[in-house]
């Protein structure tokens, strides 16, 4: 064996070798090129030609394969983790100005500190994910989030997709680079259509997508990255201009809008010459600058969310220094208005009646759009981790029309330098371990305390049992006092008895026994949704009855047969949820709460006349439900023959399932057929239908 192999194996010579580090520093430059520059020097074609011959050389000779080429973008299905990196860096956040009054009395705040005026440096403030990227000798070693400042996580392999990140430096150099990964708006809104509209903004979706598991999931994303500062090991720029004049030739995007301005309108050809694309001048530039990029921001193809203004020499910056969390050397003039910006104070979580944990942030409480708001969701723990949120820390809280308040961003680390809030382990009201469903945790203990009061609540209200004068209050009043902890309690307390209570007149609990008592009539596809059994919502209750799930034993039967195809085959329930759907039909304590129910006869079976697709008519086919598939000669279309079914009593559905009794099958019957054969069904064919249809109308 190793003897074939060896012969088979080829050695790489030389000129394999340099063909195929010219063949990657031709690609580099055709991405930096089309990426970057955004002018192409060569067609697609010609490109993927040379990405293709890059591609097979490296498949050839695996001994040659480096990380740094671009072959090396698309991503692999390994899934990530993203461990905890501490930063060599200074990654903090920007002193803000919300007027330019304030932006002004920066400016003369620090030239105060210069012997001549100081050039500043104006950059539009891309809203997206901050980044620091570290190479070593020219080569993308590590990309890390922002994190506390302190401590970011390492999401090298997510950011190796990004075509504006350069995977190797034209200069070898040994560089920390700061930068903003952002979507473009356009592309946003494509791609968020597709995710159901998910994403309440770009930066949201740029920041998701970086803490997607796949990278190949990250390739596909259009992100891109602009860099707006350097940190060289060696040979340090003595300006900021110089130094994106330098990450520029290092292959990096910058900033599409910069501007260089000093109080005195001196800046030098050296600057014009290292930046062409900057806006020269003086203060009055400068202001000119701001107005413009304030009235356009709507129209630019980023989000952006205010100008940085920097000072430009390193030298100035240092005696400057810093305070305990900002440079004062830079400030950030933020476009949106500081009403929404508060302070979270703690982060607890609660029980929903599915049983789903959703952790909320207590704030500082702040006046938005005329309420006060202090409690504030945070969705689950991949939100707070994409907006790497900490207790303490000063965020900006949203409110969309009648949405809860959200937490849109975090504006400014905690003082404390406390990490990125976790999910507790346990439930905190019944102590069962928290288990993690996609990107929520759950408390699967059907009789959590916190959980079941929410399901008692979802349960009397309007649009489930409707149970009209058991209202909110007098529900708590009933679970304070020990009387109803669970469902079936509600028909087992005496209500007549809450005369001895204070607010509770003969009259009053003469009509709660009433309601209580006349929501026991309530058909059974409400019941069902009512009980608040994760993933049974309206919808897919009314789904599940109209394809023959009938009643609660069907779909026991269904749950104790783990019959997940019956269930995925109705459109609108896909695989997952009809296993979902299924766990939780076949927990115990749910069934224990449907038999008390039973015993205060509630409605577990579907009465005929309130489903649409059964008939009302005694006949033959009475107590049998039919699925039709196939072409016939005697139906055309094949809905006669159903009419023909429910004609004779029996009940039609669209699909197989094992809640189905007949297969009516026609020629070329196909999947329905094979299914219905697996399942076990009586399959009937036309002759031997139009033979009953006969015997019949014979009787
Ligand atoms: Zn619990």
Same mark, same amino acid.
């Given at each position: 064996m190793s003897d074939a192999r060896q012969s088979d194996e080829r050695v790489a010579s030389a000129d394999v070798a340099q063909e195929i580090e010219r063949l990657r520093a031709e690609i580099r430059r055709h991405e930096y090129a089309y990426f970057v520059e955004g002018q192409p020097l060569i067609s697609d074609q010609e490109f993927d030609a040379l990405f293709e011959r890059l591609k097979s050389l490296e498949a050839q000779y695996p001994e040659l394969v480096s990380s740094d080429s671009p072959t090396h973008r698309v991503g692999s299905d390994l899934s990530a983790e993203f461990p905890e990196v501490e930063h060599t860096v200074p990654v903090l956040s920007l002193d803000k100005a919300y007027s330019f009054q304030e932006l002004v009395a920066f400016i003369t705040r620090t030239s105060r500190e210069a012997d001549k005026p100081p050039l500043y440096v104006a950059e539009e403030k891309l809203d997206g994910v901050s980044i620091v990227l570290y190479y070593r000798e020219g080569r993308l070693e590590r990309a890390v989030t922002r994190g506390n400042g302190y401590v970011g996580n390492d999401v090298t392999a997510n950011v190796r997709t990004i075509r504006t990140v350069p995977l190797r430096l034209e200069r070898p150099h040994t560089v920390a680079v700061r930068g903003e990964i952002v979507l473009p708006k356009d592309r946003f809104n494509e791609l968020n259509r597709r995710f159901g509209n998910a994403y309440a903004n770009p930066r949201n979706l740029a920041a998701g997508t970086l803490r997607r598991v796949k990278s190949r999931e990250v390739a596909q994303v259009p992100l891109e990255m602009f860099a707006y500062e350097g940190y060289f090991e060696q040979s340090p720029y003595p300006s900021h201009t110089r130094t994106l004049a330098e990450l520029r030739t290092c292959g990096f995007r910058l900033n599409p809008r910069l501007g260089v301005f000093s109080d005195d309108g001196g800046v030098s050809e050296e600057v014009e010459r290292m930046l062409p694309n900057a806006v020269t001048g003086g203060r009055a530039e400068m202001e000119r600058f701001v107005e413009e990029v304030t009235r356009e921001r709507d129209r630019l193809p980023h989000e952006i969310d205010g100008i940085v203004v920097k000072i430009d020499d390193l030298g100035l910056r240092e005696a400057l220094g810093y305070t305990g969390h900002h440079p004062r050397w830079a400030i950030a003039y933020k476009f949106e208005s500081p009403a929404g910006i508060t302070k979270v104070r703690s982060v607890d979580v609660q029980v929903g009646r599915t049983g789903r944990v959703t952790p909320v942030a207590r704030v500082e409480p702040v006046a938005i759009a005329g309420t006060t708001v202090s409690n504030v969701t945070l969705h689950n723990q991949d939100y707070v981790e994409m907006l790497e949120l900490s207790i303490g820390d000063t965020v900006s809280v949203s409110r969309r029309g009648d949405v809860i308040p959200a937490v849109e961003r975090v504006v400014e680390k905690n003082e404390a330098g406390l990490s990125v809030w976790q999910m507790p382990e346990h439930c905190p009201s019944c102590h069962t371990k928290l288990e993690r469903l996609g990107a929520h945790h759950f408390c699967t203990n059907y009789r959590c305390p916190d959980r079941m009061r929410q399901q008692?609540?979802?349960?009397?209200?309007?649009?489930?049992? @409707?149970?009209? $004068?058991?209202?909110?209050? +007098?529900?708590?009043?009933?679970?304070?006092?020990?009387?109803?902890?669970?469902?079936? /309690?509600?028909?087992?307390?005496?209500?007549?008895?809450?005369?001895?209570?204070?607010?509770?007149?003969?009259? *009053?609990?003469?009509?709660? %026994?009433?309601?209580v008592e006349e929501s026991k009539s309530r058909p059974f596809r409400t019941v069902l949704a009512s009980l608040g059994i994760p993933e049974l919502g309206p919808r897919i209750c009314e789904l599940l009855i109209e394809a023959g799930f009938r009643s609660i034993d069907d779909l026991f039967?269904? %749950? /104790?047969? @783990? @019959?997940?195809?019956?269930?995925? %085959?109705?459109?609108g329930i896909g695989e997952k949820m009809a296993a979902d759907i299924l766990a939780e039909l076949r927990k115990d304590s749910l069934r224990?709460?449907?038999?008390?129910?039973r015993r205060?006869?509630?409605?577990? +079976?579907?009465?005929? $006349? @309130? %489903?649409?697709?059964?008939?009302?008519?005694?006949?033959?086919? +009475?107590?049998?439900?039919?699925?039709?598939?196939?072409?016939?000669? $005697?139906? *055309?279309?094949?809905? *006669?023959?159903m009419e023909a079914v429910r004609a004779g009593g029996g009940r039609t559905v669209n699909d197989v399932s094992s809640a189905v009794t007949h297969l009516l099958a026609g020629a070329n019957a196909g999947s329905k057929l094979r299914k219905a054969q697996r399942l076990g069904l009586k399959i009937v064919s036309e002759e031997e239908f139009v033979e009953l249809l006969k015997r019949v109308s014979t009787d």
């Open positions: 008692l609540f979802f349960f009397v209200g309007r649009g489930q049992m @409707d149970i009209e $004068h058991l209202g909110p209050e +007098t529900l708590q009043f009933l679970i304070d006092r020990g009387m109803v902890r669970e469902i079936p /309690d509600i028909y087992e307390v005496d209500y007549r008895s809450l005369v001895q209570y204070e607010g509770f007149g003969e009259r *009053k609990v003469g009509l709660l %026994a009433e309601s039967r269904a %749950a /104790d047969r @783990d @019959d997940v195809a019956s269930l995925a %085959a109705i459109p224990q709460i449907v038999e008390r129910l205060h006869e509630l409605r577990f +079976t579907e009465a005929e $006349h @309130d %489903a649409s697709a059964s008939s009302a008519t005694e006949g033959p086919f +009475t107590g049998q439900t039919w699925c039709v598939t196939g072409s016939f000669e $005697h139906f *055309k279309p094949r809905s *006669k023959a």
